[in-house]
Structures are given as C-alpha cells and as structure tokens.
C-alpha cells in the first residue's frame, strides 16, 4: 500500500462549489504540506502543518483552507472553486526527526469548470 | 528574481549521454538542497539530496552544490530513454524549513 494517499484522484466540479481533497499517510511523519502544480510553474506551497496544532499559510494560501485532523491526515478545502484553481495537488509529508526530505502522494487532478 | 531557478528546457539528449542539469538560488543561508523526479501526470519523486559542498555520486547520477556560487546541478551520465521526465531542484533554507521548488527543467533522450 502507498504510504501516502490522495482522495479523491481525480475531480471535475463547477464554479461555486465547496470541494476537499483529503490526504492520509501511514509514513508516521509529523509534517504535512499542500501544493498545487501548473503547468511550467513548478510546486506552489498553498499550505503546511509541521504538527497536529500548527498550521501555516504558503506562498498561495487565499481561496483555500486546510484541517489537520490527526498525525496521519491532512485536508484541504475550497471553499468556492473557481476555474483558476484548476491544477494539479500534491500532499507531502516529512519527518522532523529526519533529513528534510518531502514524500509525495499521487496527485490529485482538479478541474473547475 | 525567483528564489530557485531552473531552465525549463526542454533539454534533448541523445541515448548514452550525460545531461547536465543546473539550479540557482537566491538565498544565500539555504542548507539542504534536493533533486526530485517527475514523469509527466505523476509526482515528484526524490533522486538526490545534497548538504555540503562538492560532489555526491549515487548510481548514475552525481549533484554537485557549489555554495558560494549559489548554485546545484544534476548529472545524468549514460542517459536513457526512461529518464526523461521533468527534473526540480528544491532548496530548504534552514534545517525543518519548507522547499523552495524551481520551476523543472525537461529533459528528453533520444534513442
């Protein structure tokens, strides 16, 4: 089994719509990151939480919330999708006690229409 | 000037060769430096991470972080076909900080 998951894989929704993308990982990391990708703009950190109580805004935060519900689970929410948030959206996770060194799931492919 | 720079290529390279691959930073106390992977339509995936200066070998490929020149590469040596993909360079600026991502250099070998 992946040790970091993404659901859902991949979602289409309409303008106006609430969604969330929900991240678990079984890594026993304490740190958790979103990003998106666009195209030729590498990874943009939307948001990071470095344990249960902390959570911290990135580089793209506005147009988006997060829940770190446990260790294990990270999720991001969209309160009102608009098209330009269609991209593609990683979870992350590292180990403080460890080399800094990011983990990725899968992806997750929204489009907003 | 963004904080990780990379060039987004593509960068063509015949089956065999070595493909070079070079990142800048801006911030001079970054630590901890990494080269990430990515084939088109999956995630990034860890290939090298590099602390100190000079070279660091594994496999076919070698980084080489230069910091008073502020900047990392990545070589490929005996490219194949399946090493083309997107490659990020990601800069930490201090030990438990968040990455910096570049925006990836494409990489194409040509058999």
């Known amino acids: ?113 | 000037q963004k904080e990780v720079e990379q060039n987004s290529g593509p960068l063509s390279v015949p089956e065999g060769a070595i493909a070079s691959l070079n990142c800048t930073y801006s911030d001079r106390v970054s630590q901890s430096f990494f080269w990430y992977r990515q084939y088109s339509g999956k995630s990034p995936e860890l290939i090298m991470s590099i602390y100190s200066n000079g070279d660091k070998e594994d496999g076919r490929f070698t980084a080489q972080l230069n910091k008073a020149s502020q900047y990392v590469s990545l070589l490929i040596r005996d490219s194949q076909p399946s090493d083309s993909a997107t490659y990020l360079c990601a800069v930490n600026k201090a030990a438990g900080n968040k990455l910096t991502f570049g925006g990836g250099t494409r990489v194409l070998v040509k058999p």
């Open chain 1, 1 to 113: 089994d992946a040790d970091v998951t993404q659901t859902p894989r991949n979602r289409i929704t309409k303008t106006g719509k609430r969604i969330m993308l929900e991240c678990s990982q079984t890594k026993g990391h304490d740190r958790m990151y979103w990003y998106r990708q666009d195209p030729g703009l590498g990874l943009r950190l939307i948001y990071y939480s470095f344990d249960v109580k902390d959570i911290n805004k990135g580089e793209i935060s506005d147009g988006y919330s997060v829940s770190r519900q446990a260790q294990a689970k990270f999720s991001l929410s969209l309160e009102s999708a608009i098209p330009n948030q269609t991209a593609l959206y990683f979870c992350a996770t590292s180990d403080s006690r460890g080399a800094d060194t990011q983990y990725f799931g899968p992806g997750t492919r929204l489009t907003v229409l």
